[in-house]
C-alpha cells in the first residue's frame, strides 16, 4: 500500500471542492451572519460598562451557565459579552456542519456506490477520505478567519486583533474534532444515518457533560471539546492551549479514521451483519410499520436523548434554589410576577430551547418520507394497492406521536431530576403543562413539513431553516431585545410562557388549527404530484 | 379483451417531452415485450401505468379503471418488478418478500417457500448484503407468489444468472398458462424471442411498431445466397433488393421479406445451382428499428 493509497488525493479534493461549492459557503455565511450581527446589536443596547454589568447579575446563575457556558462577569466588555452569549452556541452549529458535510463524503458517498465508482479509477484506497477531510479542513480555516476578521473588523474597543483569531478559531478548531469525530463513525457504523446518528449524539454528550460538570467541577469539563470552548476565555485572557488540544485531537481522530478506513472493506462497518429474520413480524406487515421500524433505532437513540437532556436541565435546580436563598436583590427583582416559585421562573426560558430540539425527531421522521422517494424505495410500496394518503398518513402519525414522546420525555427528564434536588419537589403536572404548550408549534413545524413534502418536494430541507430561525431569534430575542414580530415569525413564538403566564386557550388554538390545515393540504399535493427519484 | 391500455400518453419533465404520445394495449392471456433502445421512455410508461408518475395527456387504462385515480384498486391485482431493486439495508429478504406480499392483500405461503427454494434465495441475510442479482430476487419472488393478474416487469432480468435467467423464464410461462397477462420491457432479445406473443417497439417517446413476432419478421430482410447457371439480369433494378455482394460463394444480398415471392420467381428463370437464405434475426429488426433508418419502414403493421 504505502503511497499508493493516496493516490490522486488531490484531484478528488479538487471534485468534492466542486460538489460542495454552493454548501460550504452557504455554511459558512450563515454562521458568519449568525455571529457578525450580534457585537452591533450589543453595542448599541448596552452602551456602557453600567448597562453591562447590570444585566450580568440576571445571568450569574446556574442555568445560564448549564446554557452558555462559564463567561468573564468580572470584565464584561461587549467582548466578553459576545462571546459569553454567542460562541458555544455557534460551536455546537459548526460541530454540526462537520458531521454533514463530513457524512455526506464518507458513509453517504459509499452507501450509495459513488465511493465503489471512485475506487476503480486509478485512486488510493484512501484518497476519498482524505480528500474531504481535506476539503472540511479548508472550510474550517476560512471559517477562522472570515469570523476573526470579521469581528476585529467592526472595530469595537474590546474586540481586538487575537481576541477575534481566537474566536474564529475556537469555531474552526471545535468543527475539526467533530469533523475527526465523524470521519471515525463513518468507518464504524454501516450507514449514513448511523454515521450522524453517534456523531450528533457525541456532540449533545459532549454539551451536557459540560454543562453539567461547569457547574459541579470546572476541571472535568476539560474532558469535553465543547468546555474547550469556553476555556479559550475569548476577549478576556485569552487561552490558546483549548485551540492546540483541538488540532491535536482532530489530528489524532484523522489518523484513526484513515488506519480504521485501511482495515475494512468497501461498504462494511465493524458490526458484522449477523443473518436476521425469515419472515416479517406482523407489525411489519403494513405502510406504517414498515415506516416505524426503518426509524426504530434513531428513535429510540432520541428518546434516550431526550430524556437526557431533560434531567440534565432538571439536576440544575437544585443549584438553582441554594443560589437565590443567598442572593437578596435577586429574590427582589424576580418578584415581579408573582405565584411562580424562583426556580420555575426558568421554565420557559429552558422549555423553548428543549421543545425546538424535541422538534427535529418528529421532522425528521416525517422528512424520511421524501429520502424514502429518492432512493426509489417508494415504488415497491405505490406499485401494490398501497394508496399515498395511506402512505403520507403513515409517516405523519408516527411524525405526531414522534413529537409527543419526545416532548413527554424531556419533561419526564426535567421533572425526575429536578424532583430529586429541588427541596419541596417539583410539581410534574406544571412541568408537563411547560412542556406540552409547545406541542402545537411543533404541529406547525411537522405540518409545514408534510405541506413542503406535498407541494415542494425538493425543498423539503426549508423546513429546518424554519427551525433554525426559531432557535435563533427566541434564543437571543431577549438578549437582543428584537421587535415582537421577529419572535411571532415563528411559531413558537406565540406559546404562553407557562407557568409565569396562563395557557392561554386562543393562540394555542389557533396554531393547532394552522397545523391540521398545513396537514390536509399536504395530502391534497401529495396526492397529485410525480413520484420521482 | 386488453387488460391495459394506453391512448395518446404524453408525459413531460419541464420542456422535456419523454412521451410523445403512446399508444399501446396489452390483450388479456397474453405476454407483451416492450422494447426500445436507452432513454426510450419504457420505465417512464412503466411508471405512469402504476400511477408514480401523472401523465401530461392522455389515457390510460388498467383493468378498465384509470392508472391514476383508481391506482389502489388497481394494484390489488398486479404485480411490479423494477429493473433497479432498491431495497432497505436493515431488512431481511425474507421480511421484504412478507411485506411486499402483504401490501398486496394477497398471501400465499407454500408459493413463497417454492420460489424462494427455486430462485436459491437466502431469506435471513440483509438487504445490505445481497448482490444486485440477489435483489431482483426477492423482488421477482414477491411479485410471483402473489396471485396477480397483470404483471408488470421492467427488466426484470437484468442481473439474473443464466440458469436463474431461465426460472424466470418457466414462471412467467407458468403465469401465462395461468391466463395471467405480462408486459415485458427487457434488453435481452432471446428472453422476448422466447416469452413475448407480441412487442412493440418504442424511440424517443413513441410507439414505431407493434405487432406478433411474425409479422414484424415481414417487415424485415431475409439473406439470401444464390449461385446460378447465367448471370442474373438486372437484379438491382428489381424493388426491395440491396446490399448486393458478389463473393466466392456466390450472390448475396437481401430482400425485403414482402417482396420475397417475386424476387425468388426472377432468380428462377436463371438456373439456380445453390441456394441458402436465412431469415431476419430478431437481432436485425431491432437493429433496423433502434437506428436511425428504421424509420423507413415505420407504419406497417399496426
Ligand atoms: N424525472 C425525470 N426528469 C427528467 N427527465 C427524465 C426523468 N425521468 C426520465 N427522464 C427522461 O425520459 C427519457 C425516458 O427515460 P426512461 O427511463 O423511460 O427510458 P428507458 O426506455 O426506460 O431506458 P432504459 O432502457 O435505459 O431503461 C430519458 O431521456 C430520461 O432522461
Ligand atoms: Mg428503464
Redesign the interface.
Known amino acids: 500500500m504505502g503511497q499508493n493509497a493516496f493516490t490522486n488525493t488531490g484531484k478528488l479534493t479538487r471534485l468534492i471542492f466542486r460538489l460542495d461549492r454552493i454548501r460550504i459557503p452557504l455554511w459558512i455565511i450563515g454562521l458568519a451572519i449568525f455571529t457578525f450581527i450580534v457585537p452591533p446589536t450589543f453595542d448599541g443596547l448596552y452602551p456602557s460598562q453600567q448597562d453591562r454589568d447590570a444585566i450580568t447579575s440576571t445571568l450569574a446563575n446556574p442555568a445560564m451557565t448549564a446554557m452558555l457556558g462559564p463567561g468573564d462577569l468580572e470584565n464584561y466588555t461587549i467582548g466578553a459579552m459576545t462571546a459569553h452569549e454567542m460562541l458555544l452556541m455557534t460551536a455546537v452549529i459548526t460541530g454540526l456542519m462537520a458531521i454533514l458535510l463530513v457524512t455526506k463524503h464518507t458513509r453517504a458517498d459509499e452507501e450509495d456506490g459513488r465511493i465503489e465508482m471512485i475506487r476503480s479509477l486509478p485512486s488510493g484506497r484512501l484518497s476519498y477520505l482524505n480528500a474531504t477531510l481535506a476539503v472540511t479542513s479548508g472550510a474550517f480555516l476560512l471559517l477562522t478567519l472570515v469570523i476573526g476578521f470579521g469581528l476585529f473588523g467592526f472595530g469595537i474597543e474590546s474586540m481586538d486583533l487575537e481576541g477575534s483569531l481566537l474566536y474564529g478559531a475556537a469555531l474552526g478548531g471545535t468543527g475539526l474534532v467533530f469533523a475527526g469525530v465523524t470521519a471515525v463513525f463513518a468507518q464504524l457504523s454501516e450507514s449514513s444515518r448511523g454515521t450522524i446518528g453517534w456523531s450528533v449524539a457525541i456532540l449533545l454528550g459532549a454539551y451536557l457533560f459540560r454543562a453539567i460538570t461547569d457547574l459541579s467541577n470546572e476541571a472535568l469539563s476539560w474532558l469535553s471539546p465543547l468546555g474547550w470552548v469556553t476555556k479559550a476565555e475569548v476577549y478576556s485572557s485569552n487561552n490558546w492551549g483549548p485551540i492546540v488540544l483541538m488540532l491535536a485531537v482532530a489530528i489524532l481522530l484523522f489518523v484513526i479514521a484513515n488506519y480504521l478506513n485501511s482495515i475494512r472493506d468497501l461498504e462494511q462497518g465493524f458490526i458484522a451483519s449477523r443473518p436476521g429474520k425469515r419472515n416479517a413480524s406482523r407489525l411489519l406487515q403494513s405502510p406504517i410499520g414498515l415506516a416505524f421500524r426503518l426509524q426504530r433505532t434513531g428513535f429510540i437513540s432520541w428518546a434516550i436523548g431526550m430524556y437526557v437532556l431533560g434531567a440534565s436541565y432538571g439536576s440544575i435546580f437544585g443549584d438553582l434554589e441554594s443560589f437565590f436563598e443567598g442572593n437578596e436583590m435577586y429574590q427582589q427583582m424576580l418578584q415581579l410576577s408573582e405565584g411562580a416559585s424562583l426556580v420555575e421562573q426558568f421554565i420557559p426560558t429552558l422549555m423553548v430551547v428543549i421543545s425546538l430540539i424535541a422538534t427535529i425527531p418528529p421532522i425528521m421522521a416525517i422528512n424520511k418520507l421524501r429520502g424514502e422517494e429518492k432512493k426509489g424505495r417508494l415504488d415497491h410500496l405505490l406499485g401494490r394497492a398501497v394508496s399515498r394518503s395511506r402512505l403520507l398518513g403513515s409517516y405523519l402519525i408516527l411524525s405526531v406521536v414522534n413529537g409527543f414522546v419526545m416532548l413527554s420525555l424531556s419533561a419526564i427528564g426535567l421533572w425526575s431530576a429536578g424532583n430529586a434536588v429541588v427541596e419541596n419537589g417539583m410539581d410534574f403536572g406544571m412541568l408537563f403543562g411547560a412542556a406540552f404548550v409547545y406541542y402545537p408549534a411543533m404541529l406547525v413545524m411537522i405540518g409545514l413539513a408534510a405541506f413542503l413534502n406535498g407541494f415542494l418536494p425538493k425543498q423539503t430541507s426549508l423546513v429546518w431553516i424554519y427551525i433554525l430561525y426559531s432557535f435563533f431569534v427566541l434564543y437571543l430575542g431577549n438578549m437582543m431585545q428584537f421587535p415582537n414580530w421577529v419572535g411571532q415569525l415563528s411559531p413558537f413564538g406565540h406559546v404562553p410562557q407557562v407557568p409565569i403566564e396562563d395557557a392561554t386557550f386562543m393562540p394555542l388554538f389557533i396554531l393547532s388549527v394552522i397545523a391540521v390545515g398545513l396537514m390536509i393540504l399536504s395530502f391534497i399535493g401529495f396526492r397529485k404530484r410525480d413520484i420521482a427519484n | 379483451m386488453s387488460v391495459l391500455e394506453v391512448r395518446n400518453l404524453e408525459k413531460k419533465f419541464g420542456k422535456f417531452t419523454a412521451l410523445d404520445g403512446v399508444n399501446f394495449e396489452v390483450r388479456s392471456g397474453e405476454v407483451f415485450g416492450f422494447i426500445g433502445p436507452n432513454g426510450a421512455g419504457k420505465s417512464t410508461t412503466i411508471?405512469v401505468l402504476?400511477?408514480?408518475?401523472?401523465a401530461n395527456e392522455g389515457e390510460v387504462k388498467i383493468f378498465g379503471k384509470d392508472a391514476w385515480s383508481d391506482?389502489?384498486?388497481i394494484?390489488?391485482r398486479?404485480a411490479?418488478v423494477?429493473g433497479?431493486v432498491?431495497?432497505?439495508?436493515?431488512?431481511?429478504g425474507?421480511?421484504?418478500?412478507?411485506?411486499?406480499v402483504?401490501?398486496?392483500?394477497g398471501n400465499n405461503k407454500s408459493k413463497r417457500e417454492e420460489l424462494i427454494k427455486k430462485f436459491d434465495l437466502?431469506?435471513?441475510?440483509?438487504c445490505?448484503?445481497y448482490s444486485k442479482g440477489n435483489r431482483q430476487k426477492v423482488?421477482l419472488i414477491a411479485a410471483f407468489s402473489s396471485d396477480a393478474d397483470l404483471y408488470i416487469l421492467d427488466e426484470p432480468t437484468s442481473g439474473l444468472d443464466p440458469l436463474m435467467e431461465k426460472v424466470f423464464q418457466e414462471c412467467v410461462l407458468e403465469a401465462k398458462n395461468e391466463g395471467k397477462s405480462v408486459l415485458l420491457s427487457s434488453h435481452i432479445l432471446s428472453e422476448v424471442e422466447k416469452l413475448c406473443d407480441r412487442v412493440g417497439i418504442i424511440r424517443q417517446g413513441q410507439i414505431i411498431e407493434t405487432g406478433t413476432l411474425n409479422e414484424l419478421r415481414h417487415l424485415t430482410r431475409t439473406h439470401i445466397l444464390v449461385e446460378t447457371k447465367q448471370p442474373i439480369a438486372s437484379l438491382t433494378e428489381l424493388k426491395g433488393i440491396h446490399e448486393v455482394e458478389e463473393t466466392e460463394q456466390g450472390l448475396s444480398f437481401q430482400v425485403d421479406t414482402k417482396e420475397l415471392d417475386i424476387i425468388i420467381r426472377h432468380i428462377s428463370q436463371f438456373g439456380i445451382v445453390k441456394l441458402e437464405s436465412a431469415p431476419p434475426t430478431l437481432e436485425d429488426l431491432f437493429m433496423s428499428h433502434y437506428e436511425n433508418k428504421g424509420e423507413r419502414e415505420v407504419g406497417g403493421v399496426r
Open positions: 411508471r402504476l400511477g408514480i408518475l401523472k391506482a389502489v384498486e394494484h390489488k398486479l411490479y423494477p433497479d432498491n431495497l432497505w439495508p436493515n431488512l431481511t425474507g421480511e421484504v418478500i412478507d411485506l411486499f402483504k401490501l398486496r392483500g437466502d431469506p435471513t441475510k440483509k445490505r448484503t423482488a
